[in-house]
């Protein structure tokens, strides 16, 4: 079935990286657009950015913007998501999620599928 | 930014209907998606396109959307649709998507 599985929990030190794994089955893995998303402990849901599994191509919300990495391994079918710089506000669950192609169009289609998340604890 | 606003919960008695509001600037111009958190779980998509559902989500899910506020509405509510019901939209201006906080809908 189509599914995203994202890689174990993490805990990391302020000031560290973080890398998220999300291994997409089921679908081809070019075809979609993958998007993450967090949520921290009792908070809403926070969207981080988008990339294009195909080309690679990448938009960072302006949070983000400079902490942020987002690639690819289609010969693994796998997207990652790289955040440094952690601070503890940083601790959250992280998502990915798989754009529909309902019209084509990045900016309008909702997310069909989501990874079941990786929780990240930054703390000293 | 562009912000949306929702109650943080919604309460009602099984068999009854929720409305569950999403406030925003003239949202009538945008494409509403909602999705359901259940505790523990990853969100789920329960309408697309103010009023669209997916596959596998039951009738009683709907959607409007007009002036500042779109409008999840679950009909003849059951328990099992306890969860956080978010909102989502395109900001336009900022290149970036936004959710809403989320609405808690509790079956008394």
């Known amino acids: 079935q189509v599914q995203l599985v994202q890689s174990g929990a993490e805990v990391r030190k302020p000031g560290a990286s973080v890398k998220v794994s999300c291994k997409a089955s089921g679908y081809t893995f070019i075809r979609y657009d993958i998007n993450w998303v967090r949520q921290a402990p009792g908070q809403g849901l926070e969207w981080m950015g988008w990339m294009n599994p195909n080309s690679g191509h990448t938009g960072y919300a302006q949070k983000f913007q400079g902490r942020v990495t987002m690639t690819r391994d289609t010969s693994k079918s796998t997207a990652h998501m790289e955040l440094s710089g952690l601070r503890s506000e940083d601790t959250a669950i992280y998502y990915c999620a798989r754009v529909t192609n309902l019209r084509g169009v990045r900016e309008l289609d909702p997310f069909d599928i989501w990874g079941q998340g990786t929780m990240v604890t930054v703390s000293s | 930014s562009y912000v949306l606003t929702q109650p943080p919960s919604v309460s009602v008695a099984p068999g009854t209907t929720a409305d569950v509001s999403c406030g925003g600037d003239?949202?009538?111009?945008?494409?509403v998606h909602w999705y359901q958190q259940k505790p523990g779980q990853a969100p789920v998509l329960v309408i697309y396109y103010d009023s669209a559902r997916p596959s596998g989500i039951p009738g009683r899910f709907s959607g409007a959307n007009s002036g500042n506020t779109a409008t999840l509405t679950i009909g003849g509510v059951e328990a099992g649709d306890e969860a956080v019901y978010s909102c989502q939209v395109w900001d336009d201006d900022n290149h970036h998507w936004v959710f809403g906080g989320g609405t808690k809908l509790t079956v008394l």
């Open positions: 003239d949202i009538r111009t945008k494409n």
